[in-house]
């Protein structure tokens, strides 16, 4: 088809294309995305290199659109490109001509190289198909496009018959796709691919994909491992492929070398679980009167005061099967695993008759429940409910527990019929204390000057636990020191920096400071010595622990669960004594912040006094708080009773240290001198006495006076409870 015949030749200006009208248009050079976007009822056919074309009746929206002036310049400039080349016989010029039309038409261009290439009025060189590539590369959909065939067609014909086999350029260009065909064809000529990098959404979908497929392979692994039975009857766990890759909680003690000797300090307790492993050994004696066993024990209490330790006696002390398992260990990321634990748990135990089952930080399953909750989050605490105590009657089965959390606990979980007993295991008392420490220090060499009294006095609120770490740390302590044995003070000093901190011998003090400090300190002791129904001192010491600068501590006759009007106005005397040291040596304007703890102390003590404690006459024996709030009249009271309690103490404080001003001075010096004193060096060095420091790590830690013996403290609490 000649090129007159492609294109629009007799459309010279807008004239003659507004006459178009029902005449058929051939409309291979108009862009396609033009015509969709004006939404021209016209079909367009892309098959370049065919000799068929698409006809279309133009409708008058596209003829308005034809009128419209880009539309028109374009056509215009496009026909007049077509002319020029059909008029010239320039071929460098025709190049030229096919260059600018390929700046707006890219795909119109390749066509346009091929008609003349057919034609034969364009050589086959390099610089055209240099052209050629470039038009078909500038647009994807012109690279969709081209007929390759029909290129590859001419320039084999070419090639025959010798046409433009003189140009060289002709002559590479027709190698170079001559080569590109027979390309991969031998090892001697191969493909040179070169890899794309892929998209972001394509790396995304990818590893989302890899993703999905991991965690698909591992759950269906861990349900194989989970559902698995351990056919080994003397397994220590049930359940599970092997013992090794086993995901079952149920874990029976084969032995443990824990018995009710080894528990101490909380007598009660213990005589409680006593009877349940007398029971399992002999269920004769206790269900002769029509009794039954008891299907579960609650262990309650503070962290570290026995309540495993108490567990481990049980299994090493019962004859039974012993099962044990922690809360934590039953719900996982898989719904219905945690019921399923608790199954296997109690099977294994029903298996074996009558058992014991321990379940530890019960609270991390029995918490209460409420009714936002997930079912997922109820199942594994209904399946043990079901299982205590449910339709099917549990029997021989007994299952101890143990939280620091019993107020979290779902009420049906602790009702009678599942925990039927609750045993409390509070902290230890001074008695408890004392056996505790006897019991640790059995395993330690210990110095002639190690008083265990002392040291379950100095230690009030210890649990267990702490008093373990006591021993330990003071036998550290000792290694270090390259000393034979452990000595008091040893544990002092392990008992000082579990309390206080470490000391912090590498603070920059000034001389100013530490005499302030020991002035502040010496007011604190010399109050204490001198005031009836004051505790007595324990230590006084000047070396920075933690935030304070220095401490007096002081050693009650025992455990005391209620004060005296006496004791309380003896405390508040030695809160003040350090603020008056400072003010009668130093005076009013050098007083320092250091007693703000001091007038923090003495404040709660005094306002619990007159708002709870009713020991102010003009408020009366009342009780005030945040819900029973008192009126502004009564207020203004309180504060009144408050402000005169702290000002006769404090007046009190400065009479002491005023008549006894030399031996402030006396304890101000020695602590300046030696850091850290005891009670009955205070004492010594008030004699005139110096404390002998000549023996490392063996000085005098005795209090400032004779405490009454533990004993004896126990007597006398038989003896009250007796009257």
């Keep these: 088809m000649m090129m007159s015949q492609r294109y629009f030749q007799s459309l010279s200006n807008r004239r003659q294309l507004s006459k178009i009208g029902r005449n058929f248009v051939q409309l291979t050079t108009l862009p396609y995305s033009s015509l969709k976007k004006n939404n021209t009822n016209i079909v367009y056919n892309n098959n370049v290199g065919k000799q068929n074309t698409t006809i279309v009746t133009p409708h008058r929206t596209f003829l308005n659109w034809v009128k419209s002036a880009p539309t028109y310049n374009h056509l215009k400039s496009h026909i007049a490109i077509m002319e020029s080349i059909k008029k010239t016989d320039d071929i460098n010029q025709k190049l030229k001509l096919v260059k600018s039309l390929s700046a707006f038409h890219p795909a119109v261009a390749c066509k346009t190289i091929e008609i003349l290439l057919t034609e034969g009025s364009l050589p086959l060189n390099e610089d055209v198909l240099k052209e050629y590539i470039f038009a078909a590369s500038f647009n994807r ?6 007929n390759i065939n029909a290129l590859i067609s001419i320039i084999q014909k070419n090639s025959v018959n010798g046409t433009f086999m003189n140009n060289e350029s002709t002559k590479l260009s027709t190698g170079m796709l001559s080569g590109m065909l027979t390309k991969g064809s031998s090892s001697t000529d191969p493909i040179y691919m070169k890899t794309v990098a892929p998209s972001f959404r394509e790396k995304l979908g990818s590893e989302v994909l890899k993703l999905l497929s991991f965690m698909f392979m591992i759950a269906f692994i861990y349900s194989l491992i989970d559902s698995g039975k351990a056919t080994n009857p003397n397994s220590k766990s049930v359940g599970g492929i092997s013992s090794f890759l086993s995901s079952s909680v149920v874990h029976q003690a084969e032995k443990s070398n824990k018995s009710f000797n080894d528990v101490v300090g909380i007598d009660e307790a213990k005589a409680d679980l006593e009877e349940i492993v007398q029971y399992l050994k002999n269920p004769q004696k206790f269900t002769r009167l029509g009794g039954k066993l008891p299907k579960g024990v609650l262990l309650t209490g503070p962290p570290g005061t026995g309540k495993t330790l108490l567990a481990r006696a049980i299994a090493g002390e019962a004859n039974v099967p012993f099962f044990f398992a922690s809360g934590s260990e039953f719900d996982e990321m898989f719904v219905g695993v945690g019921a399923k634990r608790i199954r296997d748990l109690f099977d294994a135990a029903k298996s074996k008759g009558q058992a014991i089952i321990f379940i530890d930080e019960i609270d991390a399953i029995g918490g209460s429940r409420h009714l936002k909750d997930q079912s997922a989050m109820k199942m594994t605490l209904n399946q043990l409910l079901v299982e205590m105590d449910g339709f099917e009657e549990n029997t021989g089965v007994v299952v101890i527990a143990a939280t620091n959390f019993p107020q979290d606990l779902d009420k049906a979980l602790v009702r009678p019929g599942r925990f039927d007993k609750h045993v409390d295991v509070p902290l230890p008392d001074i008695g408890g204390r004392k056996a505790i420490l006897e019991l640790y220090l059995k395993k330690l060499q210990l110095s002639k000057d190690v008083n265990v009294e002392i040291l379950a006095r100095g230690t009030p609120g210890f649990s267990g636990a702490e008093l373990f770490n006591l021993v330990n740390q003071a036998a550290l302590k000792a290694s270090i020191d390259g000393l034979n044995n452990v000595t008091m003070q040893a544990f002092e000093y392990a008992k000082d920096k579990i309390l206080m901190g470490a000391e912090k011998r590498s603070a920059i003090i000034s001389p100013e ?61 030695v809160c003040m004594g350090g603020r008056v040291a400072e003010e009668l040596v130093f005076g009013p304007e050098n007083v320092t912040s250091g007693a703000s703890n001091d007038i923090l102390q003495a404040t709660r003590l005094a306002t619990m006094m007159v708002t709870k404690y009713g020991l102010s006459d003009k408020v009366g024996i009342i009780h005030f708080d945040e819900k029973i709030r008192a009126s502004n009249e009564t207020q203004k009271y309180i504060d009144e009773e408050v402000k005169l309690i702290l000002t006769e103490s404090y007046n009190r404080a400065k009479k002491i240290i005023e008549t006894n001003r030399k031996e402030l001075d006396i304890i101000a010096k020695g602590l300046q001198e030696y850091e850290s004193l005891s009670g009955n060096e205070l004492v010594e060095l008030l004699k005139g006495n110096k404390p002998d420091t000549s023996k490392i790590g063996n000085r005098n830690q005795q209090p400032s006076r004779d405490l009454k013996p533990i004993a004896q403290i126990n007597k006398d609490q038989i003896n009250v409870n007796k009257n």
């Design 513 to 573: 400071t530490m005499k302030t400090t020991a002035f502040h300190e010496a007011g604190h002791a010399l109050v204490a010595m001198k005031t009836d129904g004051s505790n007595p001192i324990h230590k006084a010491t000047i070396m920075p622990r933690g935030r304070a600068l220095g401490m007096v501590m002081q050693l009650p006759d025992g455990d005391q669960t209620s004060y005296s009007r006496k004791q309380m106005f003896a405390h508040l005397d």
């Design 141 to 146: 959909k012109s690279i969709d496009s081209l």
